[in-house]
């Protein structure tokens, strides 16, 4: 048995599917039943996204075409009404908004069950979840 990782690629409209065995990461039990499923580059368009169904969801930056603050709620509300436990996002180049208000953001985000990595990580599950709006 496997956790699933699912990436959603917008631009051309694929899904691909990675397998992660438990047993690789750690000594520990750990549901294997948990499916991730990560997108990014939706750039204002994530309500033309047909999200494939999880247990956690990463939005991995680049939430907006504009990052202003309509942009920006309108996103944050779509994304805390999807059907998931968890619910994590990740800052990318074009999300100004979040790096100009951030305490603003951070709180719209903290308000919706939105948790808002950004060099820091979050315990799941067993898994430790790292986010960076910095690219390597």
Known sequence: ?????????????????????????QDKPID????????????????????????????CGDITRKSNTEEVADFIRWFAGLNFQY???????????????KPEFLELARSHNISYLENTSIQINGYSIFGSPFSL
């Open 32 to 59: 294997l039943r948990m499916i991730i499923v990560a997108l990014s580059d939706t750039h204002g368009n994530h309500r033309a996204v047909d999200v494939p169904q999880g247990d956690i969801i990463i939005h």
């Open 87 to 101: 619910k994590i996002l990740v800052a990318g180049n074009h999300d100004r908004f979040i790096r100009k208000k």
């Open 1 to 25: 048995q496997a956790s699933v990782l699912r990436v959603v690629n917008i631009k051309e409209g694929t899904v691909h599917t990675f397998y992660f065995f438990a047993d690789l990461f």
